[in-house]
């Protein structure tokens, strides 16, 4: 999914090309947008029927699952590895594919510890697409919202019914079986988390938690661990990779996979990984 950084979007597609991938794109619908991608080794399939997707709201789930649902239908595949146009493999793809190999089967998807979210899910939730919007209209639902979402919270509280709700980052990697599964899950989707805020976070997690693919999740003890993606939250909203001298180091000696997020404000650390592949990868098409 991408929306912006379109340069660093380039570079992510050069980096994953290979013949064992094969590339699905969703270019949010608010994006002004014309560009074709033609890569040596992988395919590229940019999904036509874009998505309004705003933050925190029902349209991140509605954007995940068509881009599940098109690349299932166009499979099988042994992974389906959600990433943003912001992220970089800090592998080399060959290193990469060895490792999914090595560990085939396995549920790549983070889980969080904490509780503290679970009034996204469990209270109800209105005028979600507007949360970040500016304007009139804007204005005027966040004035009426918390009056109509405690009225509701009163007189239709929302149950859990059982479900064990997790939450953990929406970037996964997960196997033919799961997406499978995932696909057949639509109405539970819409039933559980149409009204709920960043529910893009939980409903993968809680699906495959409640499944009986909870046995083949590769780990559950650290989210970002679990997922194979360095993401620092401890430094920015999340942090954007670059902005100190370590941060090459810190990407390039760790034992993620992916990671985000990138910025055209930093192509320093870019340009590095650039390097880190060329060295590594013999087939790699960058230009730079």
């Not at 499979?75 to 943003?84: A, K, T, V």
């Not at 209105?126 to 209209?137: A, H, I, Q, W």
Request: with cysteine; proline share 4%; glycine share 6%.
């Amino acid at each position: 999914m991408a929306h912006d950084e379109f340069p660093i979007l380039h570079v992510l597609l050069r980096l994953l090309d290979n013949s064992r991938n094969d590339i699905y794109l969703l270019i949010d619908r608010k994006t002004d947008f014309s560009e074709t991608f033609a890569l040596k080794y992988s395919a590229v399939h940019v999904i036509k029927d874009r998505i309004d997707i705003r933050w925190g709201d029902y349209s991140q789930i509605e954007a995940e699952m068509l881009l599940f649902e098109t690349a299932y239908g166009k499979g099988p595949y042994e992974y389906y590895h959600l990433l943003s146009g912001t992220d970089l493999p800090i592998k080399p793809v060959p290193a990469i594919l060895k490792f999914f190999d090595d560990h085939a089967g396995k549920e790549f998807v983070g889980f969080v510890k904490t509780d503290e979210w679970k009034d996204k899910v469990l209270g109800w939730h209105l005028f979600t697409r507007f949360y970040r919007s500016k304007g009139r209209l804007a204005r005027r639902l966040s004035g009426i919202r918390p009056g109509c979402e405690k009225v509701l919270n009163s007189l239709f509280p929302r149950k859990s019914d059982g479900i064990e709700f997790r939450k953990g980052a929406n970037w996964v990697s997960i196997t033919n079986d799961f997406c499978g599964y995932l696909l057949t899950k639509r109405k539970f989707i819409r039933k559980y988390f149409r009204h709920t805020l960043c529910a893009d976070e939980i409903f993968l997690q809680t699906i495959l938690w409640d499944s009986p693919f909870r046995a083949a999740i590769y780990s559950s003890d650290d989210e970002y661990s679990g997922n194979m993606r360095e993401i620092d939250w401890d430094r920015g909203q999340p942090y954007i990779w670059g902005q100190n001298p370590e941060d090459t180091d810190i990407l390039l000696n760790s034992a993620k996979l992916f990671a985000r997020k990138f910025s055209t404000r930093h192509m320093g650390i870019v340009q590095e990984i650039v390097r880190y592949h060329e060295d590594r990868n013999p087939d790699i098409t960058f230009i730079s």
